[in-house]
């Protein structure tokens, strides 16, 4: 799996959105991003993947850079709850099994009130 | 409510005693998996499991053991021989073909005195 880069942390203040980038320069065409995050002493939650095109969900926003080599997982209207550890994974998906995920150190996000 | 559940939340072990950890799902899922976590760290894999009365190591195995007699249900036993046991145990579970997603338990914070 493509090793993945993010900021070890980020601020962002209460109602605005929050970006948190990810590079991924070694990511390959089969590769999907995924991010998930993780509250204090919980485990962590899924919130998007991509594989090319840009995505959108309840939680979050997914923008991968047409060359694939970085992505940014946008929370539109951040709240107090959504401070936590985020994580990028790239990671190949294959139908004959969910394999491992490789979990880096994340960005720490802070929302200010 | 269906999710994961892991039992229990703390637990204090003695050095050089085994100990079992209980992992157990009500998701109907195939894949189960366990990773550790340390302070400031991401997750690593110990071991998973795609189907009943098979597992695979992950990337730190060494120590560990499990079973995986039923679909519901995948124990982890931190042997003596795991030098570091103290840390965060996080199970998850997911489908097999067509997910995208693993679904995590609360965790099990083991301290080895």
């Known amino acids: 799996d493509a090793k993945t880069t993010q900021p070890p942390s980020m601020d962002c203040a209460e109602g605005r959105a929050a970006n948190l980038p990810c590079n991924h320069s070694?990511?390959?065409?089969?590769?999907?991003v995924y991010w998930y995050r993780q509250i204090h002493s919980q485990g962590p939650q899924y919130i998007i993947h991509?594989?090319?095109n840009n995505e959108t969900n309840e939680m979050a926003s997914l923008i991968i850079t047409e060359d694939r080599k970085s992505s940014t997982l946008i929370l539109p209207h951040a709240t107090l709850r959504d401070t936590a550890v985020y994580y990028c994974i790239v990671r190949v998906y294959t139908n004959f099994g969910n394999e491992k995920l490789t979990f880096g150190t994340g960005t720490r996000l802070t929302i200010i009130p | 409510d269906g999710g994961i559940t892991q039992s229990p939340k703390y637990l204090f072990r003695k050095e050089g005693q085994n100990v079992t950890l209980s992992c157990e799902q009500n998701?109907?899922?195939?894949?189960m998996y366990w990773y550790r976590q340390d302070p400031g760290q991401g997750l690593r894999l110990i071991y998973y499991?795609?189907?009943?009365?098979?597992?695979q190591k992950g990337d730190i195995a060494e120590g560990y053991s499990v079973s995986r007699e039923k679909k519901e249900s995948f124990p982890l036993t931190v042997t003596s021989a795991q030098k570091n046991p103290t840390a965060f145990y996080l199970c998850?579970?997911?489908?097999?073909?067509?997910?995208?997603?693993?679904?995590f338990g609360p965790g099990t914070r083991l301290t080895v005195l």
């Open positions: 070694t990511i390959s065409g089969n590769e999907y």
């Open positions: 998850a579970s997911s489908i097999v073909r067509g997910g995208y997603e693993q679904f």
């Open positions: 499991s795609q189907i009943v009365n098979d597992f």
């Open positions: 991509g594989l090319k």
């Open positions: 998701l109907n899922h195939d894949a």
